[in-house]
């Protein structure tokens, strides 16, 4: 790959501003720095930003589905080019393709094929498991009749599937059975997450949970007697958070709340999205139930919030409108956490050695170009 060098742009590398910046790169970032520290080399390829905004490229660590395709659906291909939809037209360039409670046979053909998927786009590094291990009590979308109480074999079994590439579990840990679970997912380097839980706070203190799906939604929430999983998230210092900024899911209110509560280095935004996300609206399809997408919401017949149709280029533009954020925590928010809490180490900021994964921004924070190690990409539409 040639060597491409863009210059004059905002950088915000995850880790620094830099007003007038320039970033080196092929496959991965070879330099970074103020734009007059850049010494022209033969054979590079200068691409004049024009003073537009270079982020980190962003980090889904739960999304189902987009653009007529889901994870659940097992096929190689199709979860192949969703990961790359998402990419060029969200700007996420590290995906973990998210499940859902299903069979145990729709779970095996899932991880097959997320796991052919991930071998020829590395855009898949992990796999989220949402479910089945989750409470009847907070189902949400989640169909009840294959929910379980967590099991370890099971968990295995779907890990050595998918390649080892279990990255992060949505389960309730007031079920029996919690304890080995917990202890197999820290063996294993797999994130435990409370989500679709009834866990009270005293049930939550002996967990070993580190993360918490969608927070509010979904799960025990906080009042004045009984703090719930929500306020658990909210009052312990190691709990990564997610959040769902689409203003359905959570109000801006809440949302600015858990922000101010939790600190710019402890919440992730996700996307929660599902297949409907970049269709036109209508009837859709989640772990085959049948969804009715209007006016940006995604719901079951009775109502119930499915998933999402977020684009992750909006959630980074809504957080930031909803609490006040500044581009740099936005960043901390999409992209530098993530890296962290899942140890991807070439991904999360951008930075000398980093994969060259990279979203530029027009000024009104619309996004222009995706670089995903190092390839140029323009949204389709």
């Known amino acids: ?22 970033v080196r790169f092929d496959e991965h970032v070879l330099a970074v720095g ?18 537009q905004i270079l982020v980190p490229g962003f980090i889904d660590v739960h999304s189902h589905g987009g653009y007529g395709f889901d994870a659940m659906d097992g096929d190689p291909d199709q979860i192949s080019t969703m990961a790359t939809k998402m990419m060029r037209n969200e700007g996420v360039t590290t995906l973990f393709a ?25 855009i898949i590094q992990g796999v989220h498991l949402e479910g089945p291990f989750i409470s009847a009590i907070f189902k949400g979308a989640q169909p009840e009749e294959y929910i379980k109480n967590p099991n370890v074999e099971l968990l295995a079994q779907w890990n050595k599937l998918s390649g080892n590439r279990v990255k992060l579990i949505t389960y309730a840990p007031e079920d029996p059975g919690s304890q080995d679970f917990e202890d197999y997912c820290l063996s294993h380097g797999i994130v435990p997450s409370v989500g679709h839980s009834n866990a009270t706070r005293e049930q939550m203190l002996h967990s070993k949970a580190t993360h918490v799906t969608h927070l509010y939604n ?3 929430e906080f009042k004045h007697r009984e703090p719930g999983v929500t306020g658990h998230a909210m009052l312990e210092d190691n709990m990564y958070a997610e959040l769902i900024c689409d203003g359905f899911h959570i109000v801006p209110d809440m949302i600015r709340l858990a922000v101010e509560q939790k600190g710019f280095n402890r919440i992730e935004l996700v996307t929660d999205s599902m297949r409907a996300k970049g269709m036109p609206e209508g009837e859709s399809e989640l772990g085959g139930q049948k969804v009715f997408v209007k006016d940006k919401q995604a719901r079951l017949s009775d109502g119930t919030l499915a998933g999402s149709v977020l684009q992750f280029k909006d959630a980074f533009v809504n957080v930031m409108k909803f609490t006040g954020a500044s581009i740099a925590d936005a960043v901390q928010m999409a992209s530098v956490n993530q890296a962290v ?15 060259a994964d990279m979203n530029l ?20 539409v």
């Open 361 to 380: 921004f027009d000024r009104t924070l619309q996004l222009q170009k995706t670089f995903s190690f190092g390839k140029e990409y323009t949204p389709e």
């Open 218 to 220: 979904a799960q025990r």
């Open 34 to 51: 103020p734009v007059n520290e850049y010494h022209a080399q033969a054979g590079d390829e200068v691409i004049d930003a024009g003073g």
């Open 1 to 22: 790959m040639s060597v491409k060098v863009l210059k004059h742009a905002a950088i915000y590398t995850g880790e620094e501003f830099i007003a007038d910046g320039y």
């Open 341 to 355: 809490e899942f140890g991807l180490d070439s991904k999360g900021t951008i930075a000398p050695g980093k994969d």
């Open 98 to 122: 998210t499940t859902m409670t299903q069979s145990t046979e729709n779970i095996d053909h899932a991880m097959r094929g997320v796991a052919q998927a991930a071998e020829h786009n590395p």
